[in-house]
């Protein structure tokens, strides 16, 4: 566990076990708390490296929007991996987290040995769902903004984030949330998911209605990728089924031979 300067910020990273570099990312409003149940199953035989996103958990948190962009979010990626000594790595996440990990791949396709894309969607292509979505981010930005984490918490804003528990959530910037939100997840572009040329696993909750769709395109759209539905799983499909979940990644990474 460390918290160092990669990208101008304190960054908060976890290692466990050793081999092959496994990285995952969270979710939005997610810490590496969220990964308990994967850690003791993927760091068994690879190097797992967890991490919280700036504005996020202990890593800090700027008070300035500008210091928040998804170019700032792949950058302190590709910092990390090269602070940690690290050339090549599986790189994946869930959301945002898996959000993060495509744009890598696209940008930074030599650190990518392959992807591991959970309760993702790809970006928006079309200017007025974009639009519907920003008004949406821009009104849990002005809850956070107003009335701190416990009015974020009791809001439709907050109900596909259950991979967080309450306490945890409480322990979080409103500030940095909220600028992460504003200067991520507004305007969101479309990843050119064709460009992506790494073994990729797909997995989603069945009962992730929003994003099981979106999985499907993003299947659909990536050559040779594989997809594979958890059941009895929402939008935290490593939170409510980990069994299956840790099952469908290993059995990736054993046919990659890794």
Request: net charge neutral.
């Amino acid at each position: 566990m460390s918290k160092d300067l990669i990208n101008g910020i304190g960054l908060y990273h976890e290692e466990h076990g050793s081999g092959f570099p496994l990285l995952l990312a969270t979710g939005f409003s997610g810490t590496t708390r969220m990964w308990s149940s994967q850690v003791p199953a993927l760091s068994k035989n690879h190097r797992l490296i967890i991490y919280d996103f700036r504005g996020h958990g202990q890593t800090d948190a700027p008070r300035d929007l500008s210091r928040y962009s998804m170019d700032m979010m792949v950058e302190d990626q590709r910092q990390l991996l090269r602070h940690l000594g690290i050339r090549e790595a599986v790189v994946g996440g869930l959301s945002l987290g898996g959000l993060v990990a495509m744009w890598l791949a696209v940008r930074h396709s030599e650190l990518v040995r392959a992807l591991v894309v959970a309760d993702t969607g790809p970006g928006f292509r079309n200017p007025e769902t974009r639009a519907k979505w920003d008004q949406e981010r821009l009104k849990a930005s002005h809850l956070l903004e107003t009335g701190g984490m416990e009015a974020f918490m009791g809001s439709e804003h907050a109900k596909l984030d259950y991979y967080t528990t309450p306490e945890v959530m409480r322990t979080l910037d409103p500030i940095g949330i909220s600028n992460v939100n504003r200067g991520v997840l507004c305007n969101l572009q479309m990843v050119p998911l064709e460009q992506i040329r790494v073994p990729t696993l797909v997995l989603v909750g069945e009962l992730d209605k929003d994003f099981v769709p979106a999985s499907e395109y993003i299947h659909k759209r990536i050559p040779g990728s594989r997809l594979v539905v958890i059941p009895r799983a929402g939008h935290g499909a490593n939170v409510d089924n980990p069994e299956a979940f840790n099952q469908a990644v290993l059995s990736f990474l054993r046919e990659l031979g890794l």
